[in-house]
């Protein structure tokens, strides 16, 4: 699974930072940065948190 | 999958994400959304923000994908009346509904002054007819008395000194915002109205707001006259559970759930703002009237009502944000009070993080301007983090920070 950001929804509010830590990362200028692409079996449920917890709607998870 | 027919009550953010979660999960039985307001769900945190300031507010989806693409029957413009737990029926309208699952997503309703009913120019906030007529009188540049000085209320504020306009808040309790992020917070996050001009008026009470058919000045308990053509009422919000009377479901202020958003009667599931429910990670009920919390609910509540027995427990760290005078608050976790320590900025500053304390463990943290920080103690708090942990992230932080600022050429 990868993950796909709509970098135009995106605001960097961190959410999925504090959902799924070793994935996202706002960095200090307030910008998401993306860990890694593809989503670890670990991760899987972070991420879905991630992605039903972002106000914006701008994560989803491709195959 | 056991369950054939799902039924959601309350058509807001928690009721569609309930419908959008159980297609996704693979539901492909019948779905019904029944909402009181005859309009499509919208969202709610704009309507203090934005729309105030002018924005139009689009709903979050449009019909054809609430009924094509997620082929849900929508009964809006219908108050459901009556829940049946033994027939599995709920009453909306003329009709009964039957279900196998539901979930009860009614939200809260805003609480309103005694005694100003019918009196034009007094309004709550909560709903986008609410959002539309406070915005009219903006626009004709009404002089703006604002009763609370809680979020709404002071976003409220915010708007009308955005256009300039004279506008007082009346507070009750001494000091504001107590129960949300406690006392001296409370205190740090008021100042920000008097640096804006916003008039602040905390320990004193609504005696009566007076005019003829239309509101003309609101009465203090201390004797003051506040000329007013515009009163927002910001004291709060009651959980929609009237409608549950005699249904046995456990009330009290809220529905009370276990900590899968199950209320006790078979295939019902409580979400968003008119739920209480069990939070393991805190060890302790809550009702929370936050955004996100209500979004991830109302898909938890769905899959668990549609499969009880894979029902998976709700776990949250609590978080909400508030917008005033271009400044935003943050807060994620609880107001705990053993002890609220400044770790960064200093309250009357523009920036500012403090954690809060609750045993040895780091239970809360609120942040004035600090969108990048405070997502990093969310995180902190969700693992269980202790307090030394908590103030030892600040301090590696800060060294970081200091180190970047010596390494500039
Ligand atoms: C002005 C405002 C600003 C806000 N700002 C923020 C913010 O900045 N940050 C934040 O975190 N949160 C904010 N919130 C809170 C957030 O919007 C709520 O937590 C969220 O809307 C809760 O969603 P919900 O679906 O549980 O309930 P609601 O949004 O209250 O929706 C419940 C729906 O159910 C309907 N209903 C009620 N009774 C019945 C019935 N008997 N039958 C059928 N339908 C019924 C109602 O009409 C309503 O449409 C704000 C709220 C308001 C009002
Ligand atoms: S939660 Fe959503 S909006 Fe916020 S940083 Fe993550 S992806 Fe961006």
Redesign the interface.
């Known amino acids: 699974m990868k993950i796909v950001v709509d970098w135009n929804r995106c605001t960097g509010l961190g959410i999925c930072e504090s959902l799924a830590p070793g994935v996202f990362e706002v960095d200090d200028a307030g910008d998401l940065v993306l860990l890694s692409e593809t989503v670890s079996d670990d991760d899987l449920e972070g991420v879905r948190q991630a992605i039903e917890g972002c106000p914006t709607e701008a994560l989803r998870l491709e195959p | 999958m056991s369950a054939r027919r799902f039924v959601v009550v309350g058509a807001s953010l928690a009721g569609l ?1 309930a419908v959008e ?1 159980a297609r996704k999960s693979g539901f492909d039985g019948p779905i019904t959304l029944i909402g009181a307001e005859p309009h499509l769900p919208y969202d709610r945190p704009p309507l203090s923000k934005a729309v105030l300031d002018g924005t139009d507010l689009p709903a979050f989806r449009g019909e054809e994908v609430l009924r094509d693409e997620l082929g849900a029957e929508l009964v809006l413009g219908t108050a459901a009346t009556a829940l049946d737990t033994a027939a599995r029926t709920v009453r909306a309208g003329k009709r009964e509904f039957g279900y196998d699952a539901l979930v009860i997503a009614t939200g809260a309703g805003a609480r309103t002054l005694p005694g100003t009913e019918g009196l034009r120019g007094v309004h709550t906030l909560r709903t986008r007819d609410d959002a539309q007529a406070v915005r009219r009188a903006l626009d004709a540049g009404a002089r703006t008395v604002v009763v609370g000085a809680g979020f709404i209320g002071s976003e409220v504020a915010s708007a009308a000194r955005k256009r300039g306009l004279d506008v007082t808040i009346v507070e009750a309790l001494p000091t504001p915002l107590v129960r949300a992020v406690g006392q001296t917070m409370g205190a740090a996050c008021a100042a920000l109205h008097a640096r804006a001009g916003t008039d602040l008026r905390c320990g004193v009470g609504v005696a009566a707001v007076e005019g003829e058919g239309t509101v003309e000045r609101v009465r203090l308990t201390d004797g003051t006259m506040l000329a007013a053509d515009l009163v927002v009422a910001g004291i709060g919000a009651v959980p929609a559970t009237g409608w549950l009377a005699g249904s046995g479901l456990p009330l009290d202020d809220g529905v009370v759930c276990d900590e899968t958003l199950f209320t006790g009667a078979p295939g019902v599931y409580a979400a968003g703002d008119v739920a209480r429910w069990h939070n393991p990670m805190f060890g302790r009920h809550m009702r929370l009237e936050h ?2 919390s209500a ?2 609910q109302g ?1 938890v509540a769905a899959r668990n009502a549609l499969d009880p027995e894979a029902a998976k427990p709700y776990s949250t ?1 609590p ?1 909400f944000w508030s917008d005033w005078y271009g400044s935003r608050i943050q807060f ?1 976790g609880v107001p705990a009070t053993d002890e609220v320590r400044v770790v960064d900025g200093q309250p009357g500053g523009d920036h500012f993080v403090a954690l809060y304390r609750e045993g040895d463990r780091l239970a809360g943290a609120l942040t004035l301007n600090g ?2 920080q ?3 103690y ?2 902190l708090i ?1 693992r269980g983090a202790t307090w030394t942990e908590g103030l030892e992230f600040t301090g590696r932080r800060r060294a970081a ?1 200091m180190e970047r600022v010596r390494a500039r050429p």
Request: aromatic content about 10%.
């Open positions: 994400r979660a955004w996100t979004a991830e898909a760290v978080y994620v969108q990048t405070i997502m990093k969310r995180g969700m920070a």
